[in-house]
């Protein structure tokens, strides 16, 4: 539906009517300046379509428009809209929803962002475009989402590890080399050690002339102490004075000895024993003796004593016979034995119980006790059978018949037997019986009736036969009764008044008490006559014993009427008495020889004592008296003894001392003569006498020593010590000079073998070996350098074998590697996982995507001439656009205003026709939607918007611009031109759209109407100029082609850069708008790719696309992305401060990263630390910017095009390898020559491009 | 009359440390290195008497390693010197500078050591048995880290007539076999077969290829295994030549570390948890192989390789992130402490991969590209699609940090692997979403 006529009567906002007649079918072009009221035709459109659109506003509109059944008219008045066809009312034609209606109303406005009218296009074609998966939730995980930081880490370790290795590698051959040197060192060592060995060899010749100096100053110093100052030890003056205090001890001990000699013969003398030949021995015997008589006196006493005490124990038991019951000899003993009287004496005879006679035995005793005990038993049991007797029945005789228990047990029987018999049969048990009797031949009548067979005579057979039973029984019962009574008659009890049963029960009960009775007293009586049985036996037993008993009491002499009153108490005191008799005899017997010994042996003993001064005071003194006075005797002997042992030690004692006293003063003169101030043969010479004469000589050395020898002595101890105070001075000299001989000495042997030494040194040549020894010692001290070197080279081997720091660090360094190896692989199946999964993403969206975005993909990339396609990924705003140059997608937000603008055109303009797709077309209309596009794509999109135009889409564009009128009215007229050739090929082009210019200042009569003739003026881009026959520098210079700048993407290369060898070609695209590598990709895609270049053609370009992407990957590797200052800045490593600084040395070394932090290093840029330079280096090294790679030559640039040349398919045969090798080392010059151009560009600030030589 | 017997080494690499070990083994890595497997074969030389060590080539693993490798040959060779066995051997490119210098050091001792063909020059010795029998034993070294000569071109020389012939001749050589224009020494596999020896003994190539006969030709291997690279047992070998000549060969598996690769069905899976389960079978299984070893390794590092065909390929994948068996600790089976290096899932989905195919959504032409790259469709498509995974990938190797890596681009076998393993799994996960192939 096309507007054909628009008349707008009345409009908010604007003043006036006005009309459009004469519109195009095609473009029309609405001109006009600001407010001349280009909006106004489009509000007024709108209000014409939409009732919703202006309500309530007043507003009156027509419109004419066309479709394909002819005119049809609409009519706004305020806010009814009415259709007319044919001047009759119609229904409104099906227009798209309102909703969509800003899909086909652009402006600028609409076109720099996406707006809300794409919602529903994002949800149409998420929709359309899911298929049932999450792509994306895969790509975002593992294992195809890595970190941003992956392989950073490992990395990072590995430049460590590297370094590290280097290092180790530098100190390893460091020590190798100085290993090497060792060789040269120990040559050198040797030398020194000569050297060394010769300079000692100088000092001690040195020495040795030094000593013999020092020998003779100390021999002329020592010839001034006086003579034999060497005998002197240095302790005399000591060990004199020990001699000296020894000599004074010996004469002490002398004196001391002698005052106890004295004092030994003073107490030999007071013990009166001094002449007496009295021993020791004598005294013991003499002891001994006492002793004796001693054990005599104390035994003779014991005797008596027991004597005593038995005569004692003798009277009172006798005393005790004299009491009663006792026997009469006892009675006649006591009478005797008066205890009023004094006690018996040991002389006096004994009684007549104490001689020896017939004793008591203790048997006897035994026997009497036992006699005595069975007495007692047997009495006991008599008295206990005649109790009993007593308590038991004496037997009468012939008691009565009833009280036989034999009769009475008989006339039980029988009254039991009789109750036991069968009962007679009385009138009521015959009654009984005859009623049971009837009853049971009653019975048995019945039961033969009842036809039991039985027949009534039968029953009475029966009854018949019970009778007869009871009638046998009553006959037995009257049998056993009748012998029951005779039987009880026959036991002669009293006969019983009845025979009936109750008569009978109660005589049994009678008979059987009696018979109770009768058996009880039949027992008592049998148990009398056996008690009385015992008690007679044991009346007789009791006479025997006592029979025994008073035999025996006659045989000691007791009287056995008294056997009860205490035979055994008498017993025991006469044995008492008897056994105390018989040890008062023996006592006596046993005092008696005793006192026949003591008396002589008091005798004796006194004598001997009186002998030695010592005399008892009788001759009866007991041994008590006789030892006291032989120990008054023993103390005497021991004085005597212990003064003659003193006296004797004394003496031994002074002479000793007499010996002692003589060797120290024969001491202290040889010490006097050792030390050379005593003369020999002086004063104690002459000690060595004999043993045996010392004693003499001895005792006359004490008192006797010559006083001139005293003398001399003394005076030779003085000067003994006056040469003591010298010795210390002279020992000292002395020491020196033996010390220097020796030194001389040793000096001497040491040179042996040099005896030009020994001579200069004797010849005094101090000041020649001097010299000459510093010269050797210089020499050996430059040499004992190398001794350390060796010696700290050693060590370092020694330590580097142990250490293996080199094969730690080599292994360190490969695990690294490998780790990061790990992680290339985990990049590698990502990256290979993501592609294949976008690609196949990418390919069903493809064939999956809806016309409109296929059509708005196909708009777009016309748009921009194959840079851009669209790329929807249902996220966010849903899609964004693919800039094939750069290789990348790029968000709205990132596209350039322009570009924006002809995305959403295209993803409108499709989606609006996809809108009314079955339903009434709508006119366009693009309010100043291209106004930021250049002229150039501005021609491209409205040739696309012409090609709608002339497929029959009316178009209106408003616009402010008169040039824009113009580019319509190009298009049209090219279009034209177009057209006719395309006629002529018959190649189907449709015809071109008319454009009309609809001039709103000229339509309102407003003043500022556009001048015609000047506005529309066509006006078309600069030329692409044709090559002509150019070389390719002049023609690179005359398209002003820039160099490549290797780190942009491929896709940014210019064509030349591959066409130089086909500069049509290259001009051919050119002219279709494409210029670089990333759109040329995309053309090549496209349809148009096929009608404006040859199969051979794009076969070509593909292959050199791909090398050229492949080149620059080579390039790439040994060179560090160009450091600048948005990277310096983006590593936020810097302050704003140090940025500056930073920044300009980067551009001072042409932004070489490698360069930059060696020169930082170098301190090139002051007060930055040494921890930022490491952090940025390693941003730096992650980014990119240092590559430690080694570069490729050319020959290996050139060798990666031929590769990728000769792996990228090709529509053409193969090409030979020959070929395919020139046509890549041609390339890879070609490419070399763009990179350099793009590198001289920068560093030369001039425009390479400028120069046809350079290219 | 005794045999001679000759304990026979390789590609030692002294002062190199075995890489990719985990942190948390119980023991060191340089318990597990070149330098202990050294001391492991001086001490096997010494407890099996044999008469001489013959070593071929690449002692040390980095010619300006004097002191610390060095120092390990050094002692070692002082230590079979004690025990009266002698060491022979050839510079392998490895150690030009090293082994001279160690002949020089050790020339005024006792002769322990002989660097044979020095200066690429052959040259021959004889080696006298407990019983008198005499072995000669030919070499030629490297005379310096690259040559390309041939040094069968030269020697070795033919066999000495007349005197006492020694009953067999055994060549030492460091060489590239078969490797036409390499730098290191390369010959012909005919010229060793031609060449008048009785064995040849051969370094440079760490696999071990030589096989017991009557005439034993090929590399020893390396001593140690010390990166994955290097599977299965490696040591020394014992050659013992009889009095006739007769020569007989055996493996002593002498290094501390090994490495395996072994690879685990997933068929049957009962859910993807389970895989621990698997995984810990395959290392039993490991062990009871290695259990018949004379000597046992301290550790044995794995790379698994998970095959089959599994519906529970995500699950899999999600119980490897949730419990990484590569980051889990040793496990100690008799002694010998086993590590994972690394897990590769290979295993098929249970999917029909050309019915998801014409799947119209993303899995579907997730599919679709995994066809192509199992070469199903159209090749041009394929070519381009690896192409431009190619480009991407050598982008990811040259980008930093990781270009520090010094990694090589992936070739085409390469991206396609990565293409397929990545693409797999990308498709379990997203079949995951709608509860399918979890």
Redesign the interface.
């Known amino acids: 539906m096309k507007l054909v006529s628009l008349r707008v009567h009345r409009l908010p906002g604007i003043d006036g009517g006005f009309e459009c007649r004469s519109l195009s079918p095609g473009v029309n072009v609405v001109v006009g300046p600001n407010a001349s009221g280009k909006s106004s035709v489009l509000r007024a459109i709108r209000a014409l379509l939409y009732e919703e659109e202006l309500k309530g506003q007043g507003v009156i509109v027509e419109g004419v428009f066309e479709d394909g059944a002819g005119r049809l008219a609409a009519e706004r008045v305020a806010d009814r809209l009415t259709w007319h066809r044919d001047g009759k009312a119609t229904q409104p034609p099906a227009l798209p929803g309102r909703h969509l209606l800003d899909c086909y109303v652009l402006g600028l406005e609409d076109l720099t962002a996406a707006q809300d009218v794409d919602r529903p296009i994002v949800e149409a074609l998420r929709k359309s475009l899911a298929g049932g998966y999450d792509v994306q939730q895969v790509l975002d995980r593992a294992p195809y989402r890595l970190k941003a930081t992956h392989g950073r880490p490992e990395a990072r370790r590995l430049q460590d590890a590297e370094q590290q290795l280097r290092q180790v590698q530098n100190s390893r051959d460091e020590l190798r080399r100085k290993e090497e040197q060792i060789r040269h060192w120990r040559i050198q060592e040797q030398a020194a050690e000569a050297a060394q060995r010769d300079a000692d060899a100088h000092g001690l010749a040195l020495a040795l002339l030094h000593a013999r100096r020092k020998v003779r100053a100390l021999e002329e110093a020592l010839a001034g102490f006086p003579t034999g100052m060497d005998r002197l030890t240095g302790d005399e003056d000591r060990r004199l004075e020990r001699l000296q205090d020894a000599e004074q001890t010996r004469l002490g001990e002398l004196a001391e000895a002698r005052r106890k000699a004295a004092d030994a013969e003073g107490e030999l003398a007071a013990s009166g024993l001094a002449d007496s030949a009295l021993r020791q021995a004598d005294l013991d015997e003499r002891a001994a003796l006492v002793r004796e008589l001693r054990g005599w006196e104390e035994e003779a006493a014991k005797h008596r004593e027991t004597a005593a005490a038995a005569r004692a124990a003798r009277d009172r038991a006798w005393a005790a016979l004299q009491t009663p019951p006792g026997p009469e000899a006892a009675a006649g003993a006591a009478r005797r034995a008066d205890p009023d009287g004094p006690g018996p004496q040991l002389d006096a005879p004994g009684p007549r119980l104490d001689a020896p006679g017939p004793r008591l035995d203790p048997a006897t005793l035994h026997a009497v006790e036992a006699g005595l005990d069975e007495r007692r038993a047997a009495r006991a049991r008599v008295q206990a059978y005649e109790q009993e007797l007593a308590s038991l029945p004496e037997a009468e005789g012939g008691g009565g018949a009833a009280a036989d228990p034999a009769r009475l047990r008989a006339g039980r029987d029988a009254l039991v037997a009789f109750l036991t018999a069968a009962a007679p049969v009385g009138p009521a048990r015959i009654g009984g019986a005859a009623l049971a009797l009837a009853a049971t031949a009653a019975a048995l009548v019945l039961l033969a009736r009842a036809g039991t067979g039985w027949p009534p005579l039968a029953a009475i057979g029966g009854a018949a036969l019970i009778g007869l039973g009871l009638s046998r029984l009553a006959g037995r019962g009257r049998r056993e009764r009748a012998a029951a009574r005779e039987a009880y008659r026959r036991s002669g009890l009293e006969p019983l008044a009845r025979w009936t049963a109750d008569v009978v029960r109660d005589d049994l009960t009678s008979v059987e008490e009696a018979l109770s009775t009768a058996e009880l007293l039949a027992r008592r009586l049998e148990r009398r006559s056996e008690v009385e049985r015992l008690l007679n036996a044991e009346r007789d037993r009791l006479a025997v014993v006592e029979e025994r008993l008073e035999a025996e009491a006659r045989r000691v002499g007791f009287d056995p009427r008294h056997l009860d009153a205490g035979f055994h108490q008498w017993l025991r005191l006469l044995d008492e008495a008897q056994r105390s008799g018989g040890e008062l005899a023996a006592a006596r017997a046993r005092l008696a020889p005793l006192e026949a010994a003591i008396g002589p042996r008091r005798e004796a003993l006194a004598a001997f004592l009186a002998d030695h001064g010592e005399p008892p005071e009788d001759a009866a003194t007991g041994a008590a008296a006789l030892e006291a006075r032989l120990a008054a005797l023993q103390r005497r002997l021991t004085q005597r003894i212990e003064a003659s042992r003193d006296l004797a030690s004394a003496r031994r004692d002074e002479k000793r001392a007499v010996g002692d006293l003589e060797q120290a003063r024969s001491d202290i003169a040889a010490l006097l003569r050792d030390a050379g101030v005593l003369p020999d043969g002086s004063a104690g010479a002459g000690s060595a006498e004999a043993p045996e004469q010392a004693a003499g000589a001895a005792e006359a050395a004490l008192g006797d020593v010559g006083a001139a020898d005293e003398a001399a002595i003394r005076a030779a101890a003085l000067l003994l010590r006056q040469r003591l105070e010298l010795r210390d001075a002279f020992r000292a000299r002395k020491r020196e000079h033996d010390d220097a001989v020796t030194e001389a000495r040793l000096r001497a042997q040491d040179l042996g073998d040099r005896p030009e030494l020994i001579a200069a040194a004797e010849a005094e040549e101090e000041e020649a070996i001097e010299s000459r020894r510093g010269e050797l010692e210089k020499q050996a001290a430059e040499g004992r350098g190398f001794t350390e070197r060796i010696a700290e080279t050693r060590g370092l081997i020694q330590e580097a074998e142990r250490q293996r720091s080199y094969e730690r660090a080599l292994a360190e360094r490969q695990q690294v590697a490998k780790a990061l190896q790990d992680r290339v692989e985990e990049a590698l199946y990502a990256e290979a996982g993501r592609l294949l999964l976008s690609d196949a993403e990418r390919a069903y969206r493809r064939e999956s995507e809806p016309p409109a975005l296929a059509h708005a993909s196909e708009w777009l990339r016309r748009f921009t001439h194959g840079q851009f396609e669209i790329h929807f990924d249902g996220r966010g705003e849903g899609y964004a656009a693919f800039d094939t140059a750069a290789e990348r997608v790029r968000s709205l937000d990132e596209l350039s205003t322009g570009t924006r603008a002809q995305l959403l055109l295209a993803v409108r303009v499709a989606f609006a026709l996809q809108a009314e797709r079955g339903g009434t077309s709508l006119p366009l209309f693009l309010d100043e939607a291209l106004t930021t596009s250049d002229a150039s794509r501005f021609r491209e999109v409205a040739r696309s918007l012409g090609a709608l135009a002339a497929d029959g889409r009316q178009l209106f564009y408003l616009t402010a611009r008169g040039e824009d009128a113009r580019l319509w009215q190009e298009l049209a007229n090219a279009d034209v031109e177009s057209s006719a050739a395309a006629a002529g090929d018959a190649s189907g082009a449709p015809a071109p759209a008319e454009v009309a210019i609809v001039d709103m200042a000229r339509l309102r009569a407003l003043d500022a109407a556009v001048d015609e003739a000047e506005a529309l003026e066509p006006v078309t881009d600069p030329p692409i100029p044709p090559p002509d026959g150019m070389e390719a520098g002049a023609y690179a210079v005359a398209l002003g082609v820039p160099g490549i700048d290797p780190w942009a993407p491929a896709g940014s290369c210019h064509l030349f850069h591959l066409l130089r060898d086909d500069l049509a070609l290259l001009h051919r695209l050119l002219q279709a708008g494409v210029r670089r590598l990333g759109p040329l990709r995309s053309f090549l895609a496209s349809e148009a790719a096929s009608t404006l270049l040859s199969d051979p053609e794009r076969a070509t370009l593909r292959r050199r696309a791909e090398s050229v992407t492949a080149y620059l990957s080579a390039w790439r590797i040994g060179r560090g992305r160009p450091v600048d200052r948005a990277a310096l800045d983006a590593s936020g490593v810097l302050t704003d401060k140090m940025l500056e600084r930073v920044a300009a040395l980067a551009d001072e070394v042409g932004g070489d990263g490698g360069a930059l932090v060696e020169g930082l290093d170098n301190k090139r840029v002051a007060n930055f630390q040494s921890a930022k330079r490491q952090e940025l280096r390693e941003w730096l090294s992650e980014r990119g910017h240092l590559d430690d790679r080694p570069q490729l030559t050319r020959s290996e640039l050139a060798r990666t095009v031929f590769e990728a040349l000769s792996r990228t398919p090709s529509a053409q045969a193969e090409k030979e390898p020959e070929a395919t090798l020139e046509e890549a080392t041609q390339l890879a010059a070609w490419l070399d020559a763009g990179v350099n151009a793009a590198h001289h560009s920068r560093t030369s600030l001039s425009e390479s491009s400028s120069n046809p030589s350079f290219w | 009359m005794l045999n001679v017997k000759l304990l026979c080494a390789a590609d030692i690499h002294l ?3 075995p ?3 985990p942190e948390a083994l119980p023991m060191q ?2 318990d597990l290195g070149p ?1 202990a497997a050294w001391w492991r074969l001086v001490e096997a030389a010494v407890d099996e008497g044999v008469d001489a060590v013959l070593i071929a080539g690449d002692v040390v ?2 010619e ?8 390990d040959l050094r002692d070692g060779v002082a230590r079979l010197a004690e025990a009266g066995i002698e060491v022979v051997a050839v510079a392998g490119n490895h150690d030009t500078r090293v082994l001279p210098r160690l002949a020089d050091a050790l020339a005024d001792g006792p002769g322990s050591f002989t660097l044979l063909g020095r200066d690429g020059v052959w040259e021959g010795m004889s080696l006298g048995g407990a019983g008198g029998e005499r072995v000669e034993v030919v070499g030629w070294s490297f005379p310096k880290p690259t040559t390309t000569t041939d040094p069968l071109a030269s020697g070795p020389p033919a066999r000495a007539g007349g005197g006492v012939r020694p009953v067999a001749r055994i060549g030492l050589l460091h060489c590239d076999r078969d490797q036409t224009g390499s730098a290191y020494a390369p010959v012909r596999s005919s010229e060793l077969d031609a060449a008048p020896v009785d064995a040849w003994l051969l370094g440079h190539v760490h696999r071990p290829d030589i096989a017991a006969g009557d005439r034993p030709i090929g590399y020893l291997g390396s001593l140690v295994g010390t990166d994955p690279g290097e599977p299965g047992a490696h040591g020394a070998w014992l050659l013992e030549v009889d009095a006739d000549g007769r020569l007989s060969l055996a493996l002593v598996p002498l290094a501390p570390l090994r490495w395996e690769s072994r690879s685990v069905a997933l068929d049957g899976l009962e859910e993807g948890a389970e895989v621990a389960v698997r995984i810990a079978e395959a290392l039993d299984a490991l062990d009871r192989e290695i259990d018949g070893d004379a000597v046992r390794p301290l550790a044995v590092g794995c790379r698994l390789r998970l095959t089959g065909r599994t519906r529970h390929r995500a699950g899999v994948s999600e119980a490897l ?1 949730r419990d990484d068996p590569t980051a889990s600790q040793p496990s100690l089976r008799r002694g010998t402490s086993y590590f994972i290096d690394t897990v590769t899932m290979d295993a098929s989905p249970e999917y029909d991969l050309d019915a998801l195919a014409t799947e ?7 599919a ?3 066809r192509l790259l199992d070469g199903l469709g159209d090749p ?1 498509e394929r ?3 690896v ?21 090589v681009p ?1 070739d ?1 076998e390469r ?1 396609v692997a ?2 397929r ?3 797999y ?2 498709l379990d ?2 079949l995951a ?2 509860g399918e192939g979890s």
């Not at chain 2, 300006?64 to 120092?71: C, G, P, T």
């Not at chain 2, 119209?360 to 997730?366: D, K, N």
């Not at chain 2, 192409?387 to 990694?407: C, I, N, Q, T």
């Open positions: 002062g190199r440390q890489s990719r070990l890595p340089s330098a693993d980095r300006d390693d004097f002191f610390e490798a060095y120092a992130r119209r959504s993303p899995a579907g032409a997730l679709q590209r995994l041009d070519r381009a699609l192409e431009r995974a190619r480009r991407r990938l050598a982008e990811v190797v040259a980008g930093a940090p990781l270009a520090a890596a010094d990694s992936p085409e991206t990565l293409l393993r990545a693409g799994e990308a996960s997203l979403q709608r």
